[in-house]
């Protein structure tokens, strides 16, 4: 099989990371995979890397599509989606976010429905956001998977460690979680992470906001596992939207306690080795510091979540195998229309 990835950014964010991820199962499957993306950066140097042909996403995605041959069209992101509706293939749509412009849903919504392509949605909560253009039928729900960080052997000297990773947006929430460092004593809080394809203004608010308190910017980083490694516990004080926060998984495989808010698909992920704020961030926090028989519970309690649902295997193996029956489809109506008629009587 001869697949197109179309991705909406050349930076690395959680679903670019996503589809880095899955590329070793697709080649192992013996599939050629050719990405589109608008430019050069992160993603496509690591993808060159791998081997895999790039291509700057065109206007007329058609044009791509038929001279390379393919035959499935996987759209890593909703931007692009209006693009797949005249490509002439089948399309399979990663939904990692819920956009949060009406028209813009709309029109990616429509794309699918015209394209009757298959939805993988990253949580429930992202997958119920398209439902009202795409039947239950076509619709996947398959979590994301990280590797193996591993567990540190002993706690880092020193103060508490609090930290943020990823992306530096708006709606992360750092803002809430700068306030939160002002208020929780005797402890250090980190922000390791990039502004990335988001506004770089709101990451200068977040240092101006910052100033005067226990906050260190340790700015992108691309081995993430020592960053888990030094952290007490990882916060994830998102806005209502989030999907599904990749770090939340990540943290568990690291066995890093999670403070998150109930907010989009995260309560679907942070239901074994997470503490969902019911106060206020820095209330939260302070009451699982002082509990550290809690700490190492939930440090347990993640890591086994991890290993039962969030494996980067289990992941590669569900895309590979929804993959698998698209192809045995094709192959089915190929034979089926290719067969003579009987003539018998």
């Known amino acids: 099989m001869n697949i197109l990835f179309v991705d909406q950014y050349s930076e690395l964010g959680g679903a ?20 589109a993306a608008p430019g050069d950066g992160p993603l496509i140097d690591s993808l060159r890397a791998m081997g895999i042909p790039c291509h700057r996403t065109p206007l007329h995605l058609r044009r791509l599509v038929s001279s390379l041959s393919i035959d499935l069209v996987y759209v890593n992101g909703p931007r692009l989606l209006p693009a797949a509706t005249c490509c002439g293939r089948p399309v399979i749509f990663h939904a990692h976010s819920v956009p949060q412009d009406r028209y813009a849903r709309t029109l990616a919504g429509i794309a699918l429905r015209t394209t009757q392509a298959e ?9 119920a956001s398209w439902r009202r253009f795409v039947p239950d039928s076509r619709i996947r729900v398959i979590y994301n998977g990280v590797p193996d960080y591993g567990v540190r052997q002993s706690r880092c000297p020193g103060p508490f460690r609090i930290g943020m990773v990823g992306r530096i947006a708006r709606e992360k929430g750092h803002l809430d979680f700068v306030q939160a460092a002002r208020m929780v004593g005797h402890s250090k809080f980190v922000i390791c992470g990039a502004p990335l394809f988001s506004d770089a203004n709101y990451a200068e608010q977040i240092r101006a906001e910052a100033r005067g308190a226990p906050v260190e910017f340790m700015g992108w980083q691309a ?88 494996r980067l295997e289990s992941y590669r193996e569900n895309i590979v195998a929804l993959l698998s029956t698209r192809q045995n489809s094709k192959a089915a109506t190929t034979a089926s229309t290719a067969a003579p008629t009987s003539m018998g009587g």
């Open 119 to 127: 939805v993988i949605a990253v949580s429930e909560y992202a997958a």
């Open 223 to 310: 081995d993430i596992g020592p960053v888990l490694h030094s952290l007490d516990i990882l916060a994830v004080p998102s806005a209502a939207h989030d999907a599904a926060p990749r770090v939340i998984l990540e943290a568990f495989s690291a066995g890093v306690p999670v403070v998150a808010y109930p907010s989009g698909g995260i309560p679907e992920l942070a239901s074994d080795g997470g503490v969902v704020v019911t106060q206020t961030l820095a209330e939260t926090i302070v009451g699982l510091l002082a509990d550290p028989e809690r700490m190492h519970a939930l440090s347990i309690a993640g890591r086994r979540a991890w290993a039962r649902r969030f």
């Open 16 to 35: 670019q990371q996503c589809l880095l991820d899955l590329m070793p199962a697709i080649l192992e499957r013996g599939w050629q995979a050719h990405v």
